[in-house]
């Protein structure tokens, strides 16, 4: 078993007399020969599933429609949804593409499906706080992932899994799917081209408007029947049960603790196309200020964040609102619907975007008239996200939105949401990844993981 792994050996055991036979946890590099052979000898990708709760489902799904996957695996601490998971994946192996290619064993312990010599790969899709002690362990163990975002919540978390992809070789992607949408990549051919001159500012926000209720209210309960709870909460702080955070990913950002609130889960998709475009390293300064101004529910996140990032000759900002969803000239239809957009300023004018939106607002002294048409397109199509990272695995390269890629925008979160707390701008140097000057972020920037759960302190 791995020396960070967080249970003992003993521990470990002690969980699973229950029932389910242990099998010891295999090293990276042994594993890692497993994968490759295994992988070529079925001809097909064995994944296993972390995570099988809705946005989990969606990657299933995904997967699920790939001729070349068989899914071997499903890890979920809730008895209902492990089992009805297991039901969705058996009603599509009886289909005529997907007869004979899924036999799904069902597991409480991800360590369990890591274990297995027979998994090729596996989908992280569980509440964010699990993300980098499950994607450091899938490393480690030499499975190829794919992990949800947010990648990680606190800086050092994000230079951990950075640096275990890179010592453990492995493939993965993170699961910002509009980054495969052709019209986020036809952003990036418009930046790119030059058309509208050297870029200074980028504006980009996402959204909504609960009102003064929120999410509402649900009292603390007795945990449901086939629920692990502690194995949920894992790595992080021990809490009653309560149904609105157990609910799903929609729910989760009201809860600090569990997932650090909208901006680490919707930030990744919009600030995508700056630093795609743009070619963006680790931002030099961070700050953050906002809070919790209107919202009473039972949650603890703030309802109100502005981000600035400067990087060498360019600023980004970011706002998320939940309690106002004006949303500049991307509006659209009345009401208090979810938007979000993105503002880049060049010196030849404005580019606007958001999932489907491309416009383009000419500074008209500089730029006298402007055609789409002559854009060339250089960021080819994407076959799909998932199929991305599998394609991925079998030519042992990286797909587009890999750790190694995302790592930069998942720095640029973790260092806002640290701003946030401190109440002032934090200076990171790109060259030695350090916080520069402060002590006290410095030491705030490696999370305190719940006992026996232990962070892999070894990578930072």
């Known amino acids: 078993m791995s020396k960070n792994s967080g249970l003992s050996r003993r521990q470990f055991l002690s969980r699973a007399a229950a029932g389910a036979a242990v099998p010891y946890f295999i090293t990276g590099h042994a594993s890692g020969a497993n994968v490759a052979a295994g992988t070529a000898a079925n001809s097909r990708i064995q994944i296993g599933l972390i995570g099988a709760n809705g946005q989990g489902n969606y990657d299933l799904d995904e997967v699920l429609r790939q001729p070349d ?3 071997v695996a499903v890890c979920e601490v809730y008895k209902e949804r492990r089992d009805s998971t297991i039901a969705r994946i058996m009603k599509a192996a009886t289909q005529p593409e997907g007869r004979g290619r899924h036999d799904p064993k069902p597991y409480t312990d991800y360590r369990e499906v890591l274990a297995r010599k027979d998994v090729d790969a596996v989908i992280i899709a569980t509440t964010p706080h699990w993300h980098c002690r499950m994607a450091v362990d899938a490393a480690e163990a030499g499975k190829h992932f794919y992990c949800e975002k947010p990648m990680t919540m606190y800086p050092a978390e994000t230079l951990t899994v950075k640096r275990a992809v890179e010592k453990y070789g492995v ?12 019209n986020y990549r036809r952003l990036v051919d418009v930046v790119r081209s030059g058309a509208l001159g050297k870029f200074s500012l980028g504006r980009t926000f996402h ?25 949920w909460l894992g790595p992080a702080p021990k809490r009653e049960f309560n149904a609105l955070l157990f609910k799903d990913s929609a729910y989760h950002p009201s809860f600090m603790a569990y997932s650090g609130g909208w901006t680490p889960g919707m930030a990744p998709h919009i600030i995508d196309v700056p630093f795609w475009a743009l070619e963006l390293g680790y931002p030099t300064d961070t700050y953050s200020s906002g809070g919790r101004y209107l919202i009473e529910d039972d949650g603890d996140a703030y309802d109100l964040q502005e981000v600035t990032w400067q990087f060498p000759g360019f600023t980004l900002t970011w706002t998320t609102s939940l309690i106002n969803s004006f949303a500049y000239t991307l509006q659209g239809d009345q009401g208090c619907h979810r938007r979000r957009g993105i503002y880049l300023h060049g010196v030849n004018g404005t580019l606007i975007g958001d999932y489907k939106v491309l416009e383009v607002i000419r500074e008209a002294c500089f730029l006298h008239k402007f055609n789409l048409e002559d854009i060339p397109r ?12 599998l394609d991925g695995i079998r030519s042992k390269t990286q797909p587009s939105c890999h750790v190694g890629y995302h790592c930069k925008i998942d720095m640029a979160l973790t260092l806002a949401m640290l701003s946030l707390k401190l109440g002032r701008s934090i200076r990171f140097d790109a060259a ?21 759960w232990k962070f892999p302190k070894d990578y930072v």
């Open 171 to 182: 493939i993965t992607q993170i699961g910002t799917q509009i980054h495969a949408t052709k």
């Open 69 to 71: 996957t068989s899914i």
């Open 207 to 231: 959204i909504l408007n609960q009102g003064r209720k929120g999410i509402g209210h649900a009292p603390d309960t007795r945990v449901p029947e086939g629920l692990d709870w502690d194995m």
């Open 432 to 452: 030695t990844e350090r916080i520069v000057g402060d002590e006290e972020a410095t030491r705030l920037m490696v999370p305190e993981y719940r006992s026996p």
């Open 378 to 389: 250089v960021i080819p199509d994407s076959p799909g996200h998932h199929r991305e990272w």
